[in-house]
């Protein structure tokens, strides 16, 4: 039954493939797509004579300039469709463009700085299943009165802590244990460590440093079948139910709601890309430019325990794991409410084969009971006026789940104008297994919380690093400070003694643009220094920063000098179609050397050019109790938001929604 559905399937796609599927030259990788890719490759190097190993394909985006100029209808043809690979080829990086008209390679550049790509899941799989077949693992298990069976291991990066030799594609293999609970994570055991070399696919090294408990399963799972007596007070039914549909349309990855016009792709290792994000402006009765093109670059996570098995967790989520890959399908009406369109993705598995990813984003209209704007007269005599529009924006949701973590990003657009980014982290808290049960036992450094019996909570960070490529109408741009400055009143003009004023500085190199959020009062501003609104004001948006924390490790750590594009919580770089990823492009065990961090060392000039503005959200996480054994979601952002962009307040004559259908018929 299976199989023959699956070849209807695939004798569909096949016929499908012969149509012009592309509208848009920013769309990603299709299923068709990805295989031809995968025969281009194989071409070139015949399986019979190569190792290959597909590390990352994505599309090779075509350059801003042929995509600007197609969008306004002045390219002569549509840019070609190319792909970009990394692979590994007999053990060596490659960087292929391959072309998919011509079906060819057109570039096959062999890269041999630091770093290695990102990590497979079908090698990590591999990985964790060797020490299955290893004897002295077998016998720590067994030595430790534990069943074989309920063992789980990991997959874990291993870094770069100084080491001159290069180190092979290494990962350190890290078990935990089930028995009684799906929540392997709270079950760690701890001291067991199996060093992998992931081209030989052998165990390198194998130690048992330490014999604590493994902690309980008891009070650890988390689903709702399981749950015991007593429970809180139930909800009544709530629901988010649209009879008309939704107010929003999707064409293939374009996106049209209210008066945002948007496109939505996904990568593998960024995950949501958002490009050519342009609102329309009833004033001028035209779209214009905001966002060129906004992704999740990096993903810093270095926890701060110096254990013999801990020191060298420190994660990349985006350039060790991908964001992407590790995308999970978001669950209806729980992940994302009833008026939710959902989105597949797709990616190349480890052999290049495209791998469907099913409802991977949501899309959907938010009406959460707040207001836009509102205001009650009561002061004219006679009458009361009261007028309130509600807040209705438009979300696009996806969660990477990477290992323990599950991580809800959101996108969201409204009506004002604004673009609202928010990440909640939520998910497993990485633990470790102790000996202690009370906090009065611990009298030495164990680098967390005691969280429940033999279970530490380890201290960590989380650094959300976002490429912010704004064209606020139009690619020219300068990014400007108004520091609000005490300003003492020393005259007698006035009998108060002082007052704040702004004084705005146009930042003229990159090093005016390394910033340090909660030093100064400041409003940050990218600007377009060639336009003016009717009454004098540059045309702007505005950056708001959320959550944001400052780095505590210091600059010559090596986790902190691989990670130092979070130094600054905010930078600006001129544009450059190969500075996308802040930790570099290739992130296990690199060394420093291609980060953002070293990028703006150059100091170029960024006055009233294409600029990309580098916003890093942040998080000290240091964990509660109630953090076990699932956390509650914790959530933090930015907003995006016109500053002088309109002649006035855009959502003035936004109408309320009408009442849906189904709630008038309820009431009547
Ligand atoms: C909802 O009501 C509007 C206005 O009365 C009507 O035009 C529309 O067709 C109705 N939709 C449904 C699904 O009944
Ligand atoms: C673009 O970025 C790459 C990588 O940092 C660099 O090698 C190249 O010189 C940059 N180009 C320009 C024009 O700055």
Redesign the pocket.
């Known amino acids: 039954m299976a199989s023959v559905s699956k070849s209807l399937i695939f004798f569909l796609l096949s016929t499908l493939s012969i149509l012009p599927t592309h509208t848009h030259p920013l769309d990603p990788l299709t299923p068709t797509e990805f295989t031809q890719i995968q025969s281009i490759v194989h071409n070139s190097y015949p399986k019979s004579s190569h190792s290959i190993a597909f590390h990352y394909v994505g599309l090779e985006e075509p350059t801003k300039t042929a995509i600007l100029s197609w969008l306004e209808g002045t390219a002569t043809k549509t840019p070609p469709r190319q792909a970009f690979v990394i692979a590994r080829i007999d053990q060596i990086t490659h960087e292929i463009i391959a072309d998919l008209s011509v079906r060819k390679i057109v570039s096959d550049r062999v890269y041999g700085g630091y770093g290695y790509p990102l990590l497979t899941f079908e090698e990590q799989g591999a990985a964790n299943a060797l020490p299955f077949k290893y004897t002295p693992f077998l016998e720590s298990i067994r030595k430790r009165g534990l069943k074989v069976e309920e063992v789980l291991c990991t997959s874990f990066a291993i870094g770069w802590y100084g080491e001159k030799r290069r180190n092979k594609r290494v990962v350190r293999v890290l078990c935990n244990y089930l028995d009684g609970t799906v929540n392997l994570y709270m079950r760690p055991i701890e001291g067991i460590t199996v060093t992998v070399d992931l081209e030989a696919m052998e165990i390198l090294g194998f130690q048992d440093r330490s014999n604590v408990p493994v902690p309980k399963a008891d009070g650890t799972d988390y689903r709702e079948s399981l749950q015991k007596l007593p429970f809180g007070s139930p909800l009544k039914g709530i629901s988010m139910h649209q009879s008309d549909g939704p107010s929003f349309t999707i064409d293939g990855h374009t996106i049209r709601w209210a008066n945002w016009d948007f496109h939505l792709s996904f990568d593998a290792r960024a995950g949501p890309v958002i490009s050519l994000a342009s609102i329309f402006d009833l004033q001028k009765q035209k779209f214009r430019e905001v966002l060129y093109q906004g992704f999740l670059s990096e993903v810093f996570v270095p926890y701060m325990d110096l254990n013999e098995e801990w020191y060298y967790r420190v994660f990349f989520d985006a350039g060790e794991y991908g964001y992407g890959l590790c995308a999970v399908p978001l669950e209806p009406l729980r992940d994302c409410p009833e008026n939710a369109v959902f989105m597949d993705a797709y990616v190349a598995d480890h052999n290049g084969t495209p791998v469907n990813m099913p409802n991977i984003f949501c899309i959907f209209e938010r009406y959460a009971g707040d207001v836009m704007w509102r205001h009650t007269e009561a002061a004219i005599p006679g009458k009361v006026i009261r007028e309130v529009r509600p807040e209705v924006t438009l979300v696009v949701r996806m969660v990477s789940t990477v290992g323990n973590y599950d991580y809800v990003n959101d996108w969201e657009f409204k009506q004002s104008g604004s673009i609202k980014v928010t990440v909640g982290l939520t998910g497993l808290l990485e633990v470790r297994g102790s000996m202690y049960t009370h906090k009065d036992q611990i009298k030495e450094e164990v680098y967390g919380t005691l969280l429940a019996e033999n279970t530490l909570g380890a201290n960590h960070d989380h650094f959300f690093t976002y490429h912010l490529d704004l064209d606020v109408d139009g690619d020219a741009n300068s990014f400007v400070r108004s520091q609000l400055l005490k300003t003492p009143v020393t005259d007698h003009r006035s009998p108060r003694r002082s007052y704040w004023r702004v004084v705005s500085e146009t930042a003229k190199t990159e090093s005016d643009a390394r910033i340090k959020l909660g030093v100064a009062q400041e409003d940050l501003l990218v600007v377009n220094p060639n336009k003016r609104t009717n009454i004098g004001n540059f045309i702007g948006y505005r950056l708001i920063p959320g959550s944001f924390a400052a780095p505590l490790l210091s600059d010559d750590d090596y986790a902190q000098i691989r990670g130092a594009f979070t130094k600054y919580n905010l930078w600006i770089t001129?544009y450059?179609?190969?500075?996308k990823w802040a930790g570099g492009l290739y992130v296990d065990q690199s060394r420093g050397d291609?980060t953002l961090a070293?990028?703006s060392l150059?100091s170029?000039e960024i006055e009233n050019k294409d600029i990309v503005l580098w916003y890093t959200l942040g998080f000290h996480h240091v964990p509660y109790q109630e953090d076990f054994p699932v956390m509650t979601t914790l959530s933090g952002g930015f907003e995006l938001r016109p500053a002088n962009f309109f002649e006035s307040n855009p959502v003035l004559k936004v109408k309320p929604p009408q009442p849906d259908n189904r709630s008038i018929c309820s009431r009547a």
């Open positions: 001129p450059n179609k190969s500075e291609d070293r990028w150059r170029r």
